[in-house]
């Protein structure tokens, strides 16, 4: 295909587009309608991803008390210790002394009745990893290892739970996302078979007079595509508008199953992304509503 004959050919797609007015506009709305749809799913999806993937780095922390009889420099020789450990990232070394004025800041009341401190020093550890917050724990436990330790709390099992939360999340968000795609291209597909229908003594004549399966079928893929991104940049707008809607209104709901996570899909991300989708799906639509159609006109 010369240069001249691609001008000519993305020429016509545009004129065609333009002649049939009403039937590209309702194309258009359509793909739109669908890409706002799926759009909108990947965007609820990536959230809820995002948010329960967030939820365990709650419970990656382990509280290690010390006994009575451990002075401070073993307090603080086991803070070094354990920092040296592939699998902690931070330890904060957390006083009786400190944690007691705390406590009388906080309960006056209950430490009025005390007569002295009864606390013990904490080591406050947290894992690099949640998923090796259960490995920790029980090295932690271990008296052979760590003598001075008397007690281990951590949050295993709830961050676990979490874990395979966040998991069953991302596997039903892409099952969901997946299907709503197929659905998507199907639709496309349909709606760019119906102009394909409307033109089909158009296609006609051009058979008739020696034009080639490629040199008819480019300029409906061209529509195709410009049906793609001109609806996923509408439906990019649209999904950014209910995006900011909808946080606008859980930002009012103070509940600690709405963390504050920043999202990582940005307007740029949500455009860039659902015009790709949009340009694959009017594509691949137009191309298999014309490959069959073509064997019959």
């Not at 706002?36 to 965007?43: E, M, N, Q």
Request: proline letters at 4%.
């Amino acid at each position: 295909m010369g240069l001249n004959s691609l001008f000519f050919l993305i020429q016509e797609g545009f004129q065609n587009i333009r002649r049939n007015g009403l039937m590209s506009l309702a194309a258009l709305g359509t793909v739109s309608i669908a890409m706002t749809v799926l759009g909108g799913s990947l965007w609820m999806a990536n959230r809820v991803h995002e948010m329960a993937l967030v939820q365990p780095q709650k419970f990656n922390e382990i509280d290690a008390f010390l006994g009575a009889e451990a002075g401070r420099p073993i307090a603080i020789a086991l803070q070094r210790r354990l920092q040296t450990l592939p699998t902690v990232r931070r330890v904060t070394l957390i006083t009786k002394e400190f944690a007691w004025a705390q406590l009388q800041a906080e309960e006056p009341k209950l430490t009025d009745s005390m007569p002295e401190n009864p606390l013990m020093d904490k080591v406050e550890i947290e894992a690099a990893d949640v998923g090796a917050v259960g490995v920790l724990a029980h090295t932690l436990r271990d008296r052979s290892q760590f003598p001075e330790i008397k007690q281990v709390n951590d949050a295993n099992e709830t961050a676990r739970t979490y874990v395979e939360f966040a998991r069953i999340v991302k596997i039903i968000g892409g099952a969901v996302c997946t299907g709503l795609f197929v659905a998507t291209l199907f639709i496309v597909q349909n709606t760019i078979r119906l102009t394909v229908f409307a033109r089909r003594r158009e296609i006609r004549i051009m058979q008739l007079v020696g034009a080639t399966a490629g040199f008819i079928r480019f300029p409906l893929l061209l529509e195709g595509l410009f049906h793609g991104v001109v609806g996923a940049v509408i439906a990019s707008g649209l999904v950014l508008l209910g995006a900011n809607r909808l946080v606008e209104m859980l930002n009012q709901i103070h509940s600690p199953l709405l963390p504050d996570v920043p999202t990582q899909l940005g307007p740029i991300q949500v455009l860039v992304g659902l015009m790709c989708i949009g340009s694959v799906v009017g594509l691949f639509g137009s191309y298999l509503s014309m490959r069959r159609f073509l064997k019959q006109v």
